[in-house]
């Protein structure tokens, strides 16, 4: 007896496999990078300590610091399923949860990216687009590190996938489902408040335009689930803090007569950044920077295909469709989003640039088609674009791998090794002064943050990471150093000294 297959359920089994070959690749990325990774990002340290308020003071943590509260009370409750097997409350222990929050929200990211990526651009190039992704060095390293960036993409996507799938089934009620995906997302990271922006201009064309897809009347309660959704999640966080956006309000330095510690954080988040202005220069500054990080996220050698890829696709579809009007709105607000933050706070980052290059991975792999078909063309007798796609498929794979496979932050050893030799010669109760908050968090110590000639009082020691003799405590205060621990690499000199009270 024959069984018949139909196209869906081949079209099911194709997914599955390309869902299972991609998990099975982000997951060995992820857990090789976890195994060598030699220091964590400087968020990492304030997002463990919110995780470690949040057992304690939960209310307390949240008001007094200027991080959302989602990817800590994450960090905590993987924190608390490690410790079901073994008490381990060690430093090493927290770091390992956070890191295994980001892997395993980067894994449910690439999920919920093929899904959305199977919308705009078909399966094919989904799982090609999706398998270039895993294997970019930054975004691979972002979701090994303790840092909140994949688990607000997951939201960030799976909102996404929603509206899409609300607007192209006319099923209004996917659109509550987005509002509390966005919400949930918002208490990881602000700008999961996006979902909402593109939510709201679909909704509001489906209103105006006379080709409207769906009615007003459920436009009008798509609008009304999707706000609701939103604010049955986020609300509550907001009326805490009294702002709509309150990491925001700490980068903008909003005056305060009180001293307290938020506003000491706020001072102190961005030290070294400038402000720009919004003259054409400094918007073209700010264009700039935005292709300068795309192009380094996408190890430069992927960017021509992502614009000859986003060419092909658009100049043949109607910009009205659901899929390609929210990736449209989705472009234009971030990139917006990268020129504001560039022209008032002077800085972008690979970090802030992500969603973007998230969200156009998608016309990479068409890209490299048609410059598969242009190689063919010129260089084979016959038909033969498959070959050619692989071919630069594997020249950029093996670009990304050296930087890949490289230990994350191979270059600060000594601040390990720095903490490891405070954390056995130092007592418990001793205070730290440190050019770099990872030192004094590695070796379970206070520690004061300074980047100052001066030394602080209270600290009973001082490390210093110095390039020259300038860098060194001032004459004065060298009479009561003493130097106690020295370490020389081919960049710095790296020294612990006593102070003697």
């Not at 303790?146 to 607007?167: K, Q, V």
């Not at 007003?216 to 609300?235: I, N, Q």
């Not at 033969?384 to 990304?400: D, E, K, P, R, S």
């Amino acid at each position: 007896m024959r069984i018949k297959i139909t196209d869906e359920q081949s079209g099911g089994s194709k997914a599955i496999i390309h869902i299972s070959i991609l998990l099975a690749v982000a997951f060995c990325v992820g857990v090789y990078l976890i195994g060598t990774t030699v220091l964590i990002a400087k968020d990492g340290v304030t997002f463990i300590e919110f995780a470690k308020g949040l057992e304690t003071s939960p209310v307390k943590a949240m008001n007094s610091s200027h991080q959302h509260p989602g990817y800590p009370f994450l960090i905590t409750i993987a924190h608390k399923i490690s410790e079901v097997r073994k008490d381990d409350s060690s430093i090493q222990s927290w770091v390992y949860s956070a890191q295994a929050v980001a892997l395993v929200f980067r894994l449910l990211a690439v999920v919920m990216l093929y899904f959305v990526g199977k919308k705009i651009v078909g399966k094919r190039f989904s799982f090609w687009s999706v398998l270039i992704l895993i294997l970019l060095p930054n975004p691979a390293r972002l979701g090994s590190d303790a840092l909140s960036d994949w688990p607000h993409i997951f939201f960030l996507s799976t909102g996404f996938l929603l509206l899409i799938w609300g607007a192209v089934s006319r099923k209004w009620w996917l659109f509550g489902l987005a509002g509390v995906a966005a919400g949930i997302g918002y208490l990881i990271r602000p700008e999961c408040t996006q979902v909402i922006v593109f939510g709201t201009l679909w909704l509001g064309l489906q209103v105006f335009w006379p080709g409207r897809t769906i009615s007003r009347r459920k436009a009008v309660f798509a609008f009304v689930l999707l706000v609701a959704g939103f604010l049955a999640v986020a609300g509550p966080y907001m009326k805490l803090k009294g702002e709509l956006f309150p990491k925001k309000q700490l980068v903008e330095f909003t005056t305060n007569t009180q001293l307290s510690e938020v506003s000491k954080q706020k001072i102190n988040i961005y030290p070294d950044v400038y402000a720009a202005g919004f003259a054409p220069s400094d918007i073209a500054g700010a264009l700039g920077k935005l292709v300068q990080r795309v192009s380094e996220t996408l190890m430069w050698f992927f960017v021509p295909a992502l614009l000859i890829g986003a060419y092909e696709y658009f100049r043949k579809r109607d910009w009205r469709e659901p899929e390609n009007f929210l990736v449209i709105a989705l472009i234009a607000l971030n990139v917006l989003i990268m020129i504001l933050l560039y022209c008032k706070f002077g800085y972008m980052s690979r970090r802030h640039t992500l969603t973007l290059v998230v969200f156009t991975i998608f016309y990479v792999p068409i890209g490299l088609d048609a410059m598969a078909s242009w190689l063919d063309e010129r260089f084979s007798k016959k038909t033969n674009t498959n070959f050619w796609f692989m071919v630069l498929l594997i020249i950029g794979i093996a670009i990304c791998g050296p930087k890949l496979l490289s230990p994350v932050r191979a270059e600060k050893q000594n601040y390990r090794d720095a903490a490891r030799w405070l954390a056995e010669n130092t007592d418990e109760k001793d205070i730290i002064a440190v050019p770099d908050g990872r030192i004094s968090f590695y070796s379970g110590r206070r520690g004061i943050v300074h980047n100052d000639r001066a030394v602080p009082k209270e600290a009973q020691y001082l490390v210093k990471i110095s390039e020259d003799k300038k860098d060194m405590p001032a004459g004065e205060e060298m009479l009561r150093m003493k130097k106690v621990f020295p370490v020389e690499d081919k960049k710095s000199k790296f020294t612990i000294y006593k102070q003697e009270l």
